[in-house]
């Protein structure tokens, strides 16, 4: 009986003990990252505005007759301020997108998807550079078609985009794709989204393919196809300010 009631009254007595411990320690292990919830609110931040330029980047982006290069330039040549507004911000919300995207790795608290999420998040962090510095071709088309007559400028943008360079960027481009889409499929297995975030992008990036382009068109497509991105931003602006109301 002695023994039993020792047992019973250290127990409740060692709680109180340990509770203050574990938030000492946790209170500390924030206070050796001050720069954490900053980072974290500048990618949560970056992902958004990211996803906000590059819809505004569709959507002024010059109409063009077909996919042919001689229609694509003189579409530049046809709208050229239009044209450069569309490449800025096109080149802004990729580069923006793969800031935010730098952040993902440290979302997951558990171990189930982190590493799904951490790789794709690189795969699409890279193939958002990659397209943020093809799109500043735009503005060498734009030259071409204003400066060069049509046909000499048609062969001098379909040289240069016949580079091995580009198409090892092409290659890169799909892998980002399939990384776009587990980084979603891990943040779901890993409890921070909801399923249908993953759905998103089966659902757009086909229909983006498959249909001719159109400015109003595809910006729609793509003002869907960001809300995944748009959502995990708010994930990241959420985990700074309760990192920083902790703190």
């Known amino acids: 009986m002695t023994t039993t009631s020792s047992t019973h009254s250290s127990t409740p007595g060692d709680a109180p003990v340990a509770a203050p411990r574990a938030a000492r320690a946790a209170r500390a292990a924030r206070g050796a990252q001050p720069w954490r919830p900053p980072l974290t609110a500048l990618a949560g931040g970056a992902l958004l505005t990211g996803a906000v330029l590059f819809t505004a980047g569709m959507v002024t982006s010059p109409p063009q007759a077909s996919e042919s290069t001689a229609d694509y330039l003189a579409g530049f040549a046809a709208a050229p301020v239009q044209t450069q507004v569309s490449a800025a911000l096109l080149h802004f919300g990729n580069l923006g997108t793969a800031l935010g995207l730098l952040a993902v790795p440290a979302l997951p608290r558990v171990r189930r998807g982190a590493l799904l999420a951490t790789a794709g998040a690189l795969l699409s962090a890279l193939g958002a550079l990659v397209l943020s510095g093809w799109v500043m071709f735009d503005f060498i088309g734009l030259q071409l078609a204003l400066q060069v007559p049509a046909e000499q400028a048609v062969s001098v943008y379909d040289a240069t985009f016949a580079s091995p360079f580009f198409a090892y960027a092409g290659i ?30 089966v659902l757009t990036v086909p229909l983006l393919a498959a249909v001719p ?35």
């Open 172 to 201: 890169l481009q799909a892998f980002a794709v399939l990384g776009n889409l587990a980084v979603l499929v891990g943040l779901v297995r890993a409890g921070v989204l909801r399923w249908w975030w993953a759905a998103v992008p």
């Open 213 to 247: 382009f159109n400015p109003l068109l595809h910006g729609a497509l793509t003002a869907v196809g960001v809300l995944p991105w748009c959502a995990v931003g708010v994930v990241l602006l959420r985990r700074a300010r309760l990192a920083s109301t902790a703190a």
